[in-house]
Every structure is written in structure tokens, then in C-alpha cells.
């Protein structure tokens, strides 16, 4: 499977799997809000921390698809 290099692509796939049926944008904003502020900052800084693996991974692979 193909990982994104950007952190944020993954913070974002987490929300988007964590995110309820909203019947309204209102309703969207306040859930996506509600997701984001609790986010746990323990995920995010093993992403941040992935970082340099990541980039090694994507030149090995010319730009193409990684597993990471």
C-alpha cells in the first residue's frame, strides 16, 4: 500500500474515518472541529518524527509510491 509523504494526508485520513454522518455544513464544521481538537499529539509527532524515514523511502523509490 502506498503511503502519502505529507504528515497532514494522514491526520487527514484519520478524520476522515473518525467522522460521523452530518446532515447539515454545520453540523461538518463542528465534527471536523471537534475531531481536530482532539486529535491525539502522540500520532501526530510519531508522523512528524516519520519524516525522515519517509523522504529516504521516496527517493529510493524515484517519487513513486512507498510502503511507509
Do not use: F, Y
Amino acid at each position: 500500500m502506498a503511503g502519502p509523504l505529507p504528515p497532514v494526508q494522514h491526520v487527514w485520513d484519520q478524520l476522515k474515518r473518525q467522522m460521523p454522518s452530518c446532515h447539515s455544513v454545520h453540523d461538518l464544521e463542528l465534527a471536523v472541529q471537534d475531531l481536530w481538537a482532539h486529535l491525539p499529539q502522540d500520532n501526530i509527532r510519531c508522523l512528524i518524527n516519520s519524516m525522515p524515514d519517509r523522504v529516504v523511502a521516496c527517493i529510493a523509490a524515484g517519487g513513486g509510491p512507498t510502503h511507509c
